[in-house]
């Protein structure tokens, strides 16, 4: 077992521990929600501060042509490109993660259009569930929606199965999947395959064009660092570009959409996949955060990330072992994703405490901690502390207050 | 013809001439384009700053609920509902106008689900053409578009028209339906109307609930003054709110997004037309936007409007007479939204012209220039001196220069 010494050491010997400067935490804060909402670059501030002083503030309209707002989403995506392994071109943020995997389930369908189904696992993030419904409920082709055990996901895939869409980490669990595997077992069986990424986008490398996937989409604000409910990422497959056909086809995916004409013709590429006007303010925010990559490795962060959780685990089993906490998570740092989830039936009020002093992970319904491990703002020594933190809160019961009985609204 | 001290006389005794405090400006600056991307109120610099320094950089996730991010949507919809004639329960902002046209048309189709037409008009706004399309497209029971002309859009309703869905202001000519007697003709066939306020919101009173309709949905970021991209709203009777069914189920108009269930149960009311996560950042400054309005009675900023459309008119047919200009729009005020149109073969180069000399409008293929009357923020005096300088351009044929020859991008 490592000593707080050794924690301090690690930290100055990363090769990220300068990355850390480029963020905003606040003094006596060991910040561990990044799958949630990631850390403020402090660029943002000066960006921002452009944006009102200069951009909306002084140049009004024009700064659609001057400061570039005009090819923000795609500007945007070329810069996210490189973290998933896909070509600047096919890659662009728009909307939301949900609006994203309406637009793109439908687009399987329709280039599966002899196909019926459409798999899944019963423990996806929710929106994706739900969207997934919308499209059933709304599509009417007769298409069936199979939500299967994770177990069962690869052996459910048939010579009718459209599409397999999955999260490659899970939300709750932070369980990977094999992208490439599962992605081949799809392809096998004549199947699109659409991954959402929220929870490992800028977590750890990903390569979509090396797993040959079809269609992916992800959450700008967590481990992206794009700030509360920036636009998400749409991925589509340069050779699936010609086929796309999505039903929200609203001006910004149009060919020229300042010729105002009255038909709909698709612009090229991953430009059609646009719907409406981007919300600028937020895509700004964004922009800073994908900034924060620039000459920064993946495989370094997801090292590091390993790494901590690792330590956390370890500390955890050995501070902790009198109280019935449990490892949600995979104990093998290569099967899960950046954060690690903790089970114990009064999760609740145990992260409340952890918050009001000041270690910020979150709870998920029922009983479940997610405690998330980003190497560019979180240090080894923080680590350490969040695990003391949680022993004494554990030994001293002060989770047990009469406050933290009723569950308020938590993101 | 009033003389130019009329015009500032005209400034002293308006009952809005100190609103124009609330926004900034910049000098040297005719800002007549309040039609396409609204002025920027000075409260949006602090608002924003207060989002970096506190609520991301420093509350982090919890600003969820301790800065009122969480209810951001329907504050915002409370908001601007005193300003479209709803029920603040009618009225929640999400997504973008063309998103949301999707989410209301679905609406619209599963509530009147023996039917298969939707009416529009030909010179509706382009997006709103498109999303139609995409309807038709995806919505698999043989949905019917007709586009008509303006003239006939009451006598092609009929007793298998689902819904009528217009904008209230039209973009180019500027000319307004009849919001009230078009809703009647609407429900005489039992049809529902579906109204985009996109160009008419904030500009002048609207009574959705006195005119019974059923759906609307209108631009953030026009008359309402909400930035760049700002997040639309989506207005929903409360008659009909039973029966939405809308198809962009997220998780954010679940029930209960943090239960995490697997199921779709739709929250109550207007928030099950939300879909995923918000961009707070453009959210924020859409608040200040609508915190303008805190105060002033639309009644007089539709006067104000009018009276300056009036006087634009008649200095132009004296000054500007000798030149091929053409008015597009009703000369009548009542029959127009809050801006002008006028036609002339070299409108676009007309138009990089006046920007250059400090009058912003805009420009709309082939032929059109859009100046918008946007009292919260511009003088008479401005009215005077934007055709004071269009008539040197005129004169002078400044216009004439080889760079605008070509088009750019211009939103």
């Known amino acids: 077992l490592l000593k707080k010494s050794e924690f301090i050491a690690l930290d100055a010997a990363s090769t990220l521990s300068g ?35 200069k951009e909306w503030g002084q140049d009004l309209i024009r700064s659609w042509n001057v400061n570039g707002w005009y090819v923000l989403a795609s500007q945007l995506g070329e810069q996210v490109s490189r973290l998933i392994g896909a070509a600047p071109d096919e890659v662009i943020f728009s909307d939301s993660t949900s609006v994203n995997l309406y637009k ?23 929106t994706d569930l739900y969207i997934l419904e919308g499209v059933a409920k709304s599509f009417g082709r007769g298409i ?44 096998r069986q004549g199947a699109l395959v659409l991954w959402d ?115 956390f685990i370890e500390l955890t089993d050995d501070l902790c072992r009198d109280y019935p906490l449990s490892l949600v998570s995979p104990v093998d740092g290569e099967r899960r994703g950046s954060h690690i989830a903790l089970r ?19 709870f998920r319904a029922a009983d479940i901690m997610r405690f998330a491990f980003t190497p560019l703002y979180l240090r080894y020594i923080d680590v350490w502390h969040a695990v003391a933190v949680l022993r004494t809160i554990l030994e001293t019961e002060s989770w047990n207050k009469p406050e933290y009985a009723t569950r308020a609204a938590v993101t």
């Not at 929600?33 to 944006?51: E, I």
């Not at 459209?162 to 999260?167: E, F, H, M, S």
């Not at 910004?252 to 006007?277: C, N, R, W």
Request: hydrophobic fraction near 40%; glycine fraction near 8%; aromatic fraction near 6%.
């Open 19 to 53: 990355v850390r400067q480029r963020f905003s935490i606040p003094d006596g804060v060991i910040y561990m929600n990044g799958n949630s909402l990631g850390a403020m670059p402090k660029s943002v501030g000066d960006s921002l501060s452009a944006f009102v002083e």
């Open 197 to 311: 990424l929220s929870h490992s986008c800028g977590a750890m490398p990903i390569d979509l064009n090396g797993a040959n996937v079809d269609l992916a989409t992800g959450c700008g604000y967590k481990y992206l660092n794009g700030g509360p409910g920036a636009p998400a990422f749409l991925y589509v497959a340069k050779r699936w570009q010609e086929q796309i056909d999505q039903p929200l086809t609203g001006w910004m995916g149009h060919k020229a959409p300042f010729a105002m004409s009255a038909d709909y013709v698709p612009a090229e590429g991953i430009t059609q996949m646009l719907t409406g006007t981007p919300p600028i303010a937020s895509a700004i925010c964004l922009r800073e955060g994908l900034s924060v990559f620039d000459g920064i490795s993946l495989t370094d962060v997801r090292a590091a990330s390993m790494e901590m959780g690792k330590l």
């Open 144 to 187: 069936e929606i199979e939500v299967v055990d994770r177990k069962d996901v690869i052996d459910c895939i048939d010579r009718d199965t459209a599409l397999l869409t999955l999260t490659q980490a899970n939300y709750r669990t932070s369980e990977l999947y094999d992208l490439q595997e599962v992605s081949k077992a799809a392809h």
């Open 344 to 362: 114990h039936e009064n999760a609740y009020a145990l992260m409340q405490e952890l918050i009001a002093n000041g270690v910020i992970g979150d």
């Open 104 to 126: 793109l389930v439908v687009t399987a369908l329709n280039i599966k259009s002899q196909r019926k189904k459409i798999i899944t696992d019963t423990d996806n993030f929710p």
